[in-house]
Every structure is written in structure tokens, then in C-alpha cells.
């Protein structure tokens, strides 16, 4: 382990603290760090580690306590400054991420990185100009920065000027590469997606090919995750039988919730329909938090041996271990929001959490599920086009054929439990939201038990204003179109090889070979 901001090797309780945390004993690693750090009350690292350790379990108000007190003992330093900025940005508060990175310029004159994460940041927040700045200014003082020069193409394309964003990122992309962590593979799926843009569809798929490259290694590190999931996942579907859906949806909990599952595949147009949704003022969306797989569904797995499957270890849960699953999620979830739900219907939109819906479903027998729907061949090429970072959900899109399987595997779970699924649920169609967003607003909503309000159209205008978390950040900011519906046939001669993967599924969902 690195030294800390004073130069100081991590004593044993703070590794210990370390490993915990890295094994997801989350709140074993908290009381670690607290106690090393009664041993040590003035240990800036340690305050550093606790700010971040609170603000990823959601405890932003512990978290802010931490890291100001980090910065009362450190107001001068411009480390310290990036290191608070750096963990707000990693619990995606990109405001306060912006206002400390511009702490850190001010106190020390080459503060390449600092500028360039503030540019990151910027970007999230729409502040286009400010972020372009930031960027020059990096790129005088390193002018081959590499994350510098992708920053720059990309505010190009962003601020309108597609031609000349590609003629950068191509000229970047001809440099040699000298440095490691290089975001070669991000400007190649920049380039990738502007060429798809202007329709030269070769040039393009020719660069999303290159990206996958340079990601391939990373992406055989996390397939070990993949392959466990989806082992769990057989293990449910081969299990679980209508009469395990009856006999959870008769056992009830107090209180109950007024929540909803905004679930399908990823880039089925759930952040659209999220977006929408959470203009309501009678609903607040938690945007793609990890709450209800690893807060609340993980520790349910915890009271049990790993031999026992899936359903057999929803099924024995006793009512206690569900209630206190229910109470984590809704706590957990208050404080993402900062807020308490009051009255208003909770909607939790993150599609990874398709492949866990019956676990949803025994915790919260009274939740509703909106399953977002879109073209099978339109989601998987939107999803191998989408510039993600590796994860084990992501390395799943490293080819056509693994992102065709991925899919399948996906929707094989709702074909699979939709027949007996006791609690209400409806399907809304990507292609349907594009063509008509008030009728199928209104549906939504009245599934969802809230009157029709107007403001709901205006929802980009809204996301602007937002911390919005997925990938898809910048496309909400734009009013509906169509310009996505039908794509995939632009990249038909690509992805024929593999579309008997995805045949059946268009069948089952309506959409015509």
C-alpha cells in the first residue's frame, strides 16, 4: 500500500481495514477505520478513507463530516483538495467534485490532473465552456496529455463541431502510445459513434472493434463474476415454480411501500422512461444505486451455505431476515436521496436488476415492475456501441456474439417469470415512448397510481439540471426522437452471423426478422 498524504506507511488495523472493505464487509471496514483512527484523531488519510467509505454506503451527511474535517487539518494543500474531490466524484456529488478540483488549481500552479478531472466533471454537469477551458489550460502545460487531447475532441463534439472532433481524435489516435492507462479506448468509441453518426457505418464499427481491443484483457480478468452470476441465475430459473410466487406474495410486511422496479435490459430506454417519470412530483427515482442487490438481497445470502440454491434460500428466509432487508433498503435509500420518500412512490430503475426479480419480489411482495422493451437487435447493438468501462456486466459486450448471449440471458429471466409473477407488472416499448411519450406516460403513471401531470414532457430539461448517474447521462438532456428505432439494420452484415441468438426473443416481444 501507498503512503498517505503525510508520507506515512498504513499501520496493520488500517490494511485490515483495507481487506475488509475489498471483501465488502463494509461496515466491519468502517469500524476498523474508526478505530484506527482514535489512535491517530489528526491522520488526514484516515479522514480522507472514512469521508469515502460514507459517502459509498450513502451516509453523505457522516461523509461530509469526515472530509471537512480532513480539510481543516490540510486548508492548504492542494493533494488534499484533489483527494476530496475525487471521492466526491466518486459518489457522484459532481458539484462539490467540481468545487474542490477547482480548489486544487488555485492552491498549486501544474495542476494538470486536477484541471482535467475538473473537466470531467463539468461535462456531467452540462457546463460545457468552463470544462473546455479547464481542458486548455491543462494542455498548456502538457500539451501530449492524453486525457487531455480526448477531453478536448470530445467538448468538440459536444459543443456541436462533429468534423472537427474526429479530426482530433484521429490525430491523437495516430500518436504513438506512451503512457499506460491511456483513454485510447474511449476516443476510438468516440470516433466510433461520430462516424456512425454521419452513416459511414464500416468506418465506424471498424472503430468499435478497436476499442473492444484494447479492452479485451481487462475483460477476461472479470469474466470469473460473469460466469458466476450466471450460474446463480440458472440455478434460480431451474428451480422456481408459480408456487413460490403465491406463497411469497401471501406473506406481507409492515409497513408497506409504495415502490416500484423500473427493470428490462440495459439501453431499452429505461433511463428515458426513468427520466420522465421522475419529473413527477408524486415519485422520486433512485438512479442506478446497487441498494437492493448488495444491501439488501447479498445479506439475505449470508444467513445460508453457499450450496444451498437461489430459491431454496428465498423460500427459507425467515420473515426477521426480510424485514431487516426491507428496512436496510428503504433507510439506505432515504439517504441517497437525502430525503425522506414521505407519500411518494419510490421507483428503483436499474435493469441489472432483471436477473434478481424474484428476490425483489419475495423482499417487497407489493412492488410494481415496468419492464422497458425495445428491439432485441437495437438494445445489443446499443450496447456494444456504449463506451463502458470494464466491469462484469460490461465484459459481456466485448463481441457481438457475447452481447447477443448476454441479452438472452437477461430476458430468458422475465419470459421465464413473467407467466407467474403475482405482483402487478407492465411492459412499455421503447419504439412506443418515442412515437407517443404522452400516452405512454400516462399509462405508466396510472399503473403507478399517480394523476397525469404535464411536466413530465418536459423531463430533459429537468435532467439538465441533475446528478443523472448512468451512462446515458447526456442523451437525457435532449428531447425524444426516433433516430435510434431501426438502427441495427445499419450494421445488419456485422451481427448476421448471430441473430438466431436473438430471433426467438423477437418473436416473444413483436418485433418483426
Request: proline content about 6%; overall charge neutral.
Amino acid at each position: 500500500m501507498a503512503r498517505d498524504l503525510r508520507g506515512e506507511r498504513p499501520t496493520g488495523a488500517v490494511k485490515r481495514a483495507v481487506l475488509a472493505w475489498q471483501e465488502h464487509r463494509y461496515d466491519e471496514a468502517i469500524v476498523l477505520f474508526e478505530r484506527a483512527l482514535q489512535q491517530k484523531p489528526n491522520n488526514v488519510q484516515l479522514l480522507l478513507d472514512l469521508g469515502r467509505a460514507y459517502g459509498l454506503r450513502y451516509d453523505y451527511d457522516k461523509a461530509d463530516e469526515y472530509l471537512g474535517r480532513a480539510l481543516k487539518l490540510s486548508p492548504d494543500s492542494p493533494r488534499a483538495m484533489f483527494a476530496i474531490g475525487e471521492t466526491y466524484r466518486k459518489i457522484a456529488r459532481f458539484d462539490r467534485a467540481a468545487e474542490y478540483f477547482r480548489k486544487a488549481t488555485l492552491l498549486a500552479s501544474g495542476q494538470v490532473n486536477a484541471l482535467l478531472q475538473l473537466a470531467e466533471v463539468l461535462e456531467r454537469l452540462h457546463a460545457l465552456d468552463e470544462a473546455v477551458r479547464a481542458v486548455a489550460d491543462a494542455l498548456r502545460m502538457d500539451p501530449a496529455h492524453p486525457n487531455g487531447l480526448f477531453l478536448r475532441a470530445k467538448l468538440t463534439r459536444r459543443r456541436g463541431d462533429s468534423p472537427q472532433a474526429a479530426a482530433l481524435l484521429e490525430e491523437f489516435l495516430a500518436m504513438p502510445p506512451v503512457r499506460l492507462l491511456e483513454p485510447r479506448w474511449r476516443a476510438w468509441y468516440e470516433l466510433g459513434n461520430i462516424r456512425d453518426k454521419e452513416g459511414n457505418y464500416d468506418e465506424a464499427m471498424r472503430c468499435f472493434l478497436k476499442a473492444k481491443q484494447l479492452l479485451q484483457k481487462q475483460g477476461r480478468a472479470m469474466l470469473d463474476g460473469t460466469a458466476f452470476t450466471l450460474q446463480k441465475n440458472t440455478e434460480l430459473l431451474s428451480t422456481i415454480t408459480s408456487d413460490h410466487f403465491k406463497r411469497w406474495n401471501a406473506e406481507r410486511f409492515a409497513p408497506e411501500q409504495n415502490v416500484a422496479l423500473l427493470c428490462g435490459h440495459p439501453r431499452s430506454g429505461t433511463t428515458l422512461i426513468e427520466q420522465v417519470l421522475d419529473a413527477h412530483p408524486g415519485l422520486v427515482s433512485a438512479d442506478e444505486t446497487n441498494i437492493m442487490s448488495d444491501e439488501a438481497y447479498i445479506p439475505l445470502g449470508n444467513h445460508f451455505p453457499v450450496t444451498v440454491t437461489p430459491t431454496d434460500m428465498l423460500d427459507q428466509s425467515a420473515p426477521v431476515h426480510i424485514q431487516q432487508a426491507r428496512d436496510t433498503y428503504i433507510s439506505m435509500t432515504e439517504a441517497f436521496l437525502r430525503e425522506p420518500l414521505d407519500e411518494r412512490v419510490l421507483l428503483d430503475k436499474n435493469p441489472e436488476l432483471t436477473m434478481i426479480l424474484p428476490a425483489i419480489v419475495r423482499m417487497f411482495p407489493e412492488i410494481k415492475v415496468i419492464v422497458a422493451l425495445r428491439d432485441p437487435r437495437d438494445v445489443c447493438l446499443s450496447c456494444f456501441m456504449q463506451p463502458l468501462p470494464m466491469n462484469s456486466v460490461s465484459a459481456s459486450y466485448l463481441s457481438i456474439e457475447s452481447t447477443f448471449k448476454k441479452y438472452a440471458s437477461v430476458m430468458d429471466t422475465w419470459l421465464h417469470i413473467r407467466p407467474m409473477l403475482q405482483a402487478p407488472w407492465m411492459e412499455t416499448r421503447y419504439e412506443d415512448n418515442v412515437v407517443n411519450l404522452e400516452k405512454e406516460a400516462a399509462t405508466a403513471l396510472e399503473f403507478l397510481g399517480l394523476p397525469w401531470d404535464p411536466q413530465v414532457l418536459n423531463f430533459h430539461e429537468r435532467a439538465r439540471q441533475k446528478h443523472v448517474r448512468s451512462p446515458t447521462y447526456e442523451a437525457v438532456t435532449q428531447p425524444v426522437h426516433n433516430r435510434a428505432v431501426g438502427r441495427w439494420r445499419n450494421y445488419q452484415k456485422f451481427i448476421e452471423p448471430h441473430l438466431n441468438i436473438l430471433g426467438p426473443y423477437a418473436d416473444a416481444f413483436g418485433y418483426d426478422s
